[in-house]
C-alpha cells in the first residue's frame, strides 16, 4: 500500500526497489535494534491493553485486558523507532540528546523506552524490573490513580507534553538555546504540522546560532492520517516538502517505507548524516566564525500509521490508515476473534526472547540503551531544575525611582524602563553563565525596556545592515512578531533549567493564552512529583496595557489574561499589578526568584505617577495589599467609603478620586486600599496568598461600601472575593470592553473609571451625605462633560487631568 | 540602499538596471495610476498630521497640526499600490475583487482610497467630497470620537480589523469559499508572516478548489522591519521565499524595487500575469474536471518601508527603515524644521493638481476608480449581511429523542450526534445556495457529527486514497488540525454573508480564543453601524468536554473559553448549556437563526441521560433557565435547599444529587433548577438575558441555600451573578482544574461536584438537619470511598453509578 517515492538524498531513501536493506548498521546491530524496537512496541500495546499477564506467559484470556482501552497505538511504533536510533548515536558518539515528542499521545512509547532503559524504575521504584513491575506499569497506563494516556510530566525525560499540539518546535528551540552540545530531537507529527504555532515554529533557524546554541534535529513524522482525515503534509510531494524545508532553513532528508529492516537502515543513514552535518555546522561556526545561516538537516519520516499492527480488522484496512490512530480492536473482552488478534499481535513481537524469566529485558538489549545521564529519559536538561543555577541578580532598589514619602504622585517615570535597567544588568552579571534571555514580540523599545540594549543584542542569524539597530545573531534579546514564539521559546529555556521573561502587549497575551494555561498544568503536575527539581517560573509582562493603548485601539485593548488565569490552581500561578516603577522592581525581583510559578505582572509603559519609595514599595508589595494612609482621610479610624484599587491607571484614578472627594466633600472620610498582588484578594482557603476575614476587614472594613477600580475585567473581582465577608458592598469598576483609538483619559471614561465616575460612585453609595449628594454627583458629572468637551475638541485630554499631581 | 535581486519571473521583476520602466501600462496610464497613488499617499500623511488646512491652501502652521500624532505610515504607501492597482484590474477586467489588508496599522490608506472612490462619504454623508468633507476625514482619524487607527470595521469595504495580526490569510480563503467568481486580495506583512496562525494559513492551498470556489491571490509585502528589528521574511532571499511558497503550494512572482514607476509597471505586470493564471486554472477546472492541485500565483512585494516618506529625520535614515513604522516626525508643532519638512513632504505629492479648488479630486483621477458595487470599498461581499440569504432550516423537532416525561433521565443518547442528523439535512437543503459549512479539527465523526458524511464529504483538495473515508475536493466539511484555521475560515465565510458552525474539543477552543475576542469586538462594533446589515452569528460547540476528557487527560480538560468570553459585551456573547439532546436542538435552531453573536454552546459527545422531551425543551428553552419540577420535592412551595446545575454532566450529577438526598432524608425538600442559557445567571441591567430580581428569586428563593454544579470553572459563577439577591448563599461546584487520564465519575469526584459532593454539600448548609446531618454526610463520604476503591481496583465506574439511571 505504501509507495517509495525517490527521495533528494538516495542514499538515505529505502528507494523503490526491494534489494538488501543497506545501510550503515552491520546485521547483528541491525537485529539487534529491531528487537529492542519491538519490545518497546510490546510494551506500548501492552500498555494500552493489559491489566494481567503482562507477558504472555500463560494464553491470554479476556480478563486480563483493561475494561476500558485508552491510549493511542498509531504514532507510537514512529516514535519508538526514532528513539531507538538515537539511542545508538548517544551510545555511538557520546552524543547529548533529548527526546520532545509532537505527537505526544504516543504516551506509551516514550514510557515503554524509559522502562526499558531502567530510568522509570529509578524514578518510581514500585515499576521495578520485573514481572511484578511489568504488571504494574500495564496497570497504572491510563487508569484510576495512574499516570496520563499522553507524554506527560510524569514521563521521565520529557519537557513537552504532547496533549495541546503545536509547541514541540518552539519548545525545541528554546531548549536548544544556550545549550552548545545538546541535540534536540524533536518529533513533528504530521497532524500537528497543520497547526499555525507549529507552521511558524520553523522559523527557529533565524534565531539559533550554531556557535553557542545547541541544535534541532526536527523529525517530521509523516503517517498520512489524523483521526479520521489525511494530513496536509502526508499527501504532499517530496519536492514540495523539501522546497517547504528548504524554505525554512532546512536540508530535508527522506526515510520511507514500510519494511522495518529497510527503514532501520534508512533511518540510521539519515541520522549519522544528520549528525555530521550538525557537527560540521556547529564546527565550521565555533572554529571560523558564522558568516551565514546554516542549512540545518531535518529528517522526513514516512512510516505507515500504527506500523507492526494489526494489517486488517474486521476485514477493513487498519494499519496505515486512521482506523490505527487510538486503539484498532476495542471489544477484545467480548470478541473471541479480537482477543485472538490481539494475542496474536502481542506475540508477533516474541516476547518471550525479548524478555527473561525474571521479566527483565536481556541484556543483550539492555546494552543497547545508553548509560547514566545520557539516557534521554534520564539527561538532566529534561528535569531542568535539577541543573538549574540561580540568577547573579543586581539588589532591585539600585534602580528605585526616588520619590518623596511626603510628596507622592508628583514626579512621572516610565515605570518599565526601571525594569529594563534592571535586566540590563541581569544579562551583564549572567553573561558567563548566559542563562537569561528577554522574549518579545518586536516591541522591546516600544516596551521601554530599550536600556538592555546598551549590553545586549536582539538575535538575529542572517543579513544585517548598516541601519540595523542592536542586532547580531550573538544577541539574546529574542524579538519574533509571535507570541507563540516567544512563549514557547521561553518555556523550553525554563524546562531546561534557565531564566526569562516575556514582555508582551497585554491584549495580544492572549494570542499565547492557551499554551500558557498547558504550562500552568504542566507545573501543576510537577510539583506532585518529588523527583522534578523547581524550574525557574515563567514570568509574564503584560504592558502596553488596555487603559493606555488609547493610540492603537480596540483590538489592542484587552486584559483577557487575567481572567483566564484566575481559574488556575492557587499553587501556581500569580497576578502582581504594580501601581508604580517601585514597586515594579520589587516585584520582578520576587518573581526571578521564584521557581515553579507562572507570575503575570501587569503594568503600562507609559510615564505614570510615582506613589511609594522603596522602602514604602517593598512593605507593600510584602504585604500585597495595603492601606494608602497618605492617600486616606480617614485619620486611621474608621472610613465613610473605601476606595479599593489594582493597576497602575486604576491607581492613579483612585488617589484623584479621594484627592477630588476632599476638594467637594472634605469630610467625607474615604480610605485608599492598594492591591498589588491580586490574590491577597481571594480567601485564605482558596489562594495561599488570599486573605483571612479578618485581615479582609483590617482593610476594607467589615461594611462599609467598597469602590473597587481595577485594572481589568470588572466582574472578575467578584469571582475573586466570593466568600470574602459582605461582597455585595463590593462596587468594582474596570475595564467594561470600551474602547477605540482615543485619549488616555478618555479611556477611564468611556469605561466609567474615571476619578469622576469613582468619586460619583462613592457618594452614591454614602447615604449620609443626604440632600447634599445631588449637588456633588452634578459636579462629577459635569467634570466629566468638561473632560469630554474637550477631548472632542481639542483631540487631546483637559491639561488639567493631563499633568493631574497630587498636591494637597 | 535597496538591492534588486534577480527574481524568478523576470518578466515582473524590475531588474538590476535601470532601463525605461518597462510594463504592460502605457505612459499616460501609468502616470495618471502614480497621482492617483499620490493622492492616496497624500490623504495618509494628511489624516495621520492635519487638523486643518487639509490641502494645503496656505502655508502649514503649527496649529494646523493635532496636537497627539497617532497612525502608522510605514505600511501605507505599499497599501495604497497595490489598492490603486487592483482597481486598474477591477476597471479593465471587471473583476469583483475585495481586499484585505493584514497590515491593518495601515489604516488611513484604506480609508483614504475609499474616501477618493466616494463611497466614505456615501458611509458618512458628513466627510464630504469637498474641503469641508477632507477635513472632518483628517479630524475624524485617530481622535476621540473618531475612527481607529486600524483598518477596523468603520472603514468599507473591510471584512479584517488588522490589529492582532495572524489571520489575513485565513480571513481571505474563508471568503473565497463557496464564492467562485470572487477574488480576495489579501496583503500579508512581514511582520504578521512570523504569526504561527498566519504562517500555518498559506496552507489554505489544499482546501481551496478552484472549480467552485474564488480565488485567494497573497501578497506577502516586504519591507522589511518590524517596530524596531528586521522581518524574517524580509531577510530572506528570493531562493528560499520561493521554495517556502512553492511548499505551500504557490507560485512566487517578484516585484521589487524603490523607483516608484518601475514599480508600479512590474506590479502592474505582476497582477495581470497572477489574474490570468487565475483565471486558467479555474476554467480549466470547471471546464474539464479537477485533476491535480493547482499552483496558485502570489506576488512578493519587497518595498521600501515608508516609502515617499522622509528619506532622513535629523540625520538617521527614516525611509526604509523602521523609523517610518509610525509618525516619522513626532514633534511637528513645537519642532520648526519638522513642521517645514512636513510641508514639504505633503507638498511633495502636489495636491494642487491633484484635488480641484473645491477640494474634489479632479475627474482625470477619479475616473481610475471603478464604479458602484466593484469599487473595493462598496464590494457587497465585504458587508456580507447585505448579501446574506437565511439557511433553509429543517424542522428541528424533526431530530427528537423520544423522551417519555413520565421516565425522565433513563435513556441515554449521544445528544451531538442528533445535532449532525440536523446538520445532515442543512447541508442537503441549503446545497443549491452552496452557503453552510461545518468546520472542525479533524474531529467531525468523533465529535459524533458523523452523519454529515451521510450527504456531504471532508473537503481536500489533493491526492485521495481508497481507504480515505468521505474525502474529496467537492467536500463541505472543513475538517483541518487547526483551530486557527477553523475559526478564521468561519469568520471569513460569515463575514462575506454565509453561515456555518465551528465544533471543537473544548479545552482546544483556547487556542483560538483571541481569535474569537477579536470577533467579539468586530460584532460590538458593527452593531453601532446602521450600513453594515447583520451576518450570521459565530456559532461555536464546544464538545468533547473537560468531565469527559476521562479518556484524553488533563491537558485535554479546560473550559476556559467560557470565561473568556463571560466579560464581553453582552449585546453580541451568548453561552448556552445544553443539559439533553433535545435541548441542544433547539439551541443549535436558535442560534442558526440568529444574527451578529458569538454563541458558544457547550455540550459533551458521549451518551448522556436525556431529561426532557421536546416540548419541554423548547419551553425550557425559551426561559433559558427553570424549575425542574420532576426532579424537585419542595411540591411547588419552598424548599429547603436548590439545586442548581449548568452543563450536562452537571445538570446529571444534580439530578442525581437530588434523588439520592431523597433516598436518604426524604424529608429535605429540594428544588431542582436547571439553566440552559448561562445569561440568565446575570442581573438584567448586565446582560439582555439576564434575570430581575424578582425572577432570581422565583428561581432560586430569596434566601435558601443554593449548591450550583456548574459545567465549567466554578467562581466564574460568582462573576456572573454579582448583583443577583443575596449571592453569598450560592455555594459553587464545579471544573476546579483537577484532572488526568481516569474515570468519567471519578472526573466528578476529583473536582468535588460527584452527586455525593452535591448531596453532602447542600447537607451541610441545611442547619435545620441538626444531629441527623453527620450520620448524613458519613453516608455520602462512605459512598464516594466506595467509587473511588472501585475504579482504582476495576479501572472503570461502578455499574451502579456508570450505568445510573432516574428510577423513583
Chains 1, 2 share one sequence.
Not at 542572517?462 to 524579538?479: F, N
Request: with cysteine.
Amino acid at each position: 500500500m505504501y509507495t517509495f517515492d525517490t527521495t533528494l538524498s538516495s542514499a538515505v531513501s529505502t528507494g523503490d526497489g526491494r534489494q538488501a536493506a543497506p545501510g550503515p548498521l552491520d546485521p547483528e546491530t541491525l537485529d539487534r535494534m529491531l528487537r529492542y524496537w519491538h519490545a518497546a512496541n510490546y510494551l506500548t500495546v501492552a500498555q494500552i491493553y493489559l491489566q494481567e499477564n503482562p507477558l504472555l506467559r500463560e494464553p491470554l484470556r479476556a480478563e486480563h485486558v483493561k475494561p476500558r482501552l485508552l491510549g493511542h497505538w498509531g504514532t507510537s511504533p514512529g516514535l519508538s523507532l526514532i528513539y531507538t536510533h538515537l539511542n545508538r548515536l548517544i551510545s555511538e558518539r557520546d552524543a547529548d540528546v533529548i527526546y520532545l515528542a509532537g505527537p505526544g499521545h504516543g504516551g506509551p512509547a516514550l514510557v515503554g523506552h524509559a522502562y526499558l532503559e531502567g530510568t522509570y524504575s529509578e524514578v518510581y521504584p514500585e515499576v521495578s524490573q520485573d514481572v511484578a513491575g511489568l504488571r504494574l506499569l500495564c496497570r497504572r497506563f491510563s487508569t484510576p490513580g495512574g499516570i496520563p494516556s499522553h507524554v506527560s510530566v510524569q514521563t521521565p525525560g520529557s519537557v513537552h507534553e504532547g496533549g495541546e499540539l503545536g509547541y514541540v518546535l518552539s519548545h525545541a528551540f528554546g531548549a536548544a538555546f544556550d545549550n552548545p552540545d545538546l541535540i534536540v530531537a524533536a518529533v513533528v507529527g504530521d497532524g500537528e504540522a497543520e497547526s499555525g504555532p507549529l507552521a511558524g515554529a520553523w522559523r527557529g533557524t533565524a534565531f539559533l546560532n550554531p556557535a553557542r546554541d545547541g541544535a534541532v534535529l526536527p523529525i517530521l513524522h509523516l503517517n498520512g492520517y489524523k483521526i479520521s482525515g489525511p494530513t496536509v503534509l502526508g499527501r504532499e510531494t517530496d519536492d514540495n516538502l523539501r522546497a517547504f524545508l528548504q524554505g525554512n532553513g532546512y536540508e530535508a532528508l527522506f526515510v520511507e517505507g514500510d519494511d522495518p529492516a529497510r527503514v532501520h537502515q534508512a533511518f540510521a543513514a539519515a541520522l549519522d548524516i544528520s549528525h555530521n552535518r550538525i557537527r560540521a555546522i556547529q564546527e565550521a561556526a565555533r572554529d571560523h566564525g558564522l558568516f551565514e545561516r546554516p542549512r540545518w538537516p531535518a529528517i522526513v519520516l514516512r512510516t505507515p500509521k500504527g506500523w507492526t499492527g494489526p494489517k486488517e480488522v474486521d476485514g477493513r484496512p487498519a494499519e496505515g490508515t486512521f482506523r490505527s490512530h487510538q486503539v484498532p480492536m476495542t471489544d477484545t473482552r467480548t470478541n473471541p476473534a479480537h482477543l485472538a488478534q490481539l494475542e496474536e499481535w502481542l506475540r508477533s513481537y516474541r516476547p518471550e526472547e525479548l524478555f527473561d524469566n525474571n521479566g527483565r529485558l536481556i541484556p543483550e538489549l539492555a546494552g543497547l540503551a545508553p548509560r547514566g545521564t545520557r539516557r534521554i529519559s534520564a539527561n538532566p536538561h529534561a528535569n531542568g531544575g535539577s541543573i538549574l543555577v540561580d540568577l547573579d541578580l543586581p539588589d532591585f532598589r539600585d534602580y528605585a525611582v526616588e520619590v518623596d514619602p511626603k510628596q507622592p504622585a508628583v514626579i512621572r517615570q516610565e515605570s518599565t524602563r526601571r525594569l529594563g535597567m534592571m535586566l540590563r544588568d541581569i544579562y551583564t552579571r549572567n553573561a558567563e553563565q548566559a542563562n537569561f534571555r528577554l522574549f518579545c514580540p518586536d516591541e522591546t523599545n516600544s516596551n521601554r525596556l530599550g536600556n538592555v540594549f546598551e549590553v545586549e543584542n536582539r538575535c538575529f542569524v542572517g543579513p544585517t545592515l548598516d541601519i540595523d539597530d542592536h542586532l547580531s545573531p550573538d544577541g539574546r534579546v529574542m524579538e519574533v512578531l509571535s507570541e507563540h514564539l516567544c512563549e514557547g521559546w521561553l518555556e523550553g529555556y525554563t524546562l531546561t533549567g534557565r531564566h526569562g521573561i516575556f514582555a508582551t502587549y497585554e491584549a495580544f497575551a492572549m494570542v499565547s493564552a492557551s499554551m500558557t494555561v498547558q504550562h500552568t498544568k504542566w507545573l501543576q503536575e510537577a510539583m506532585n512529583l518529588p523527583w522534578r527539581a523547581p524550574v525557574a517560573s515563567l514570568n509574564i509582562l503584560l504592558t502596553s496595557t488596555c487603559w493606555r493603548n488609547d493610540h492603537n485601539g480596540f483590538s489592542h485593548q484587552g486584559p483577557g489574561l487575567i481572567d483566564v488565569m484566575l481559574s488556575k490552581r492557587g499553587t501556581v500561578t500569580r497576578i502582581y499589578l504594580p501601581p508604580d516603577a517601585n514597586c515594579l522592581l520589587s516585584v520582578a525581583d520576587h518573581c526571578l526568584r521564584s521557581r515553579n510559578y507562572v507570575n503575570l505582572i501587569v503594568q503600562d509603559k507609559q510615564p505614570q505617577l510615582q506613589f511609594l519609595d522603596m522602602d514604602q514599595a517593598i512593605e507593600h508589595c510584602d504585604r500585597g495589599a495595603s492601606i494608602w494612609h497618605r492617600a486616606s482621610n480617614d485619620d486611621g479610624g474608621d472610613p465613610d467609603v473605601v476606595l479599593g484599587c489594582a493597576g497602575d491607571i486604576s491607581t492613579q484614578e483612585t488617589v484623584a478620586a479621594a484627592w477630588f472627594l476632599r476638594q467637594i466633600a472634605p469630610d467625607l472620610r474615604v480610605r485608599v486600599v492598594n492591591v498589588v498582588d491580586l490574590m491577597r484578594l481571594f480567601p485564605a482557603g482558596h489562594h495561599p496568598h488570599g486573605t483571612t476575614p479578618d485581615e479582609f476587614v483590617e482593610l476594607f472594613t467589615a461594611d462599609k461600601p467598597v469602590i473597587f477600580a481595577f485594572h481589568g475585567y470588572q466582574r472578575a473581582i467578584h469571582e475573586i472575593v466570593h466568600g470574602q465577608p459582605d461582597v455585595d458592598r463590593i462596587h468594582v469598576r474596570g475595564f467594561n470592553e470600551q474602547g477605540t483609538t482615543t485619549t488616555p483619559f478618555q479611556m477611564t471614561v468611556l469605561n466609567e473609571m474615571s476619578r469622576f465616575h469613582l468619586a460619583a460612585e462613592a457618594i452614591r453609595r454614602t447615604p449620609h451625605l443626604g440632600d447634599r449628594a445631588a449637588g456633588l454627583l452634578a459636579e462629577c458629572e459635569a467634570r466629566i462633560a468638561a473632560a469630554n468637551a474637550y477631548a472632542h475638541e481639542h483631540f487631546e485630554d483637559q491639561p488639567e487631568i493631563r499633568d493631574w499631581v497630587w498636591t494637597d
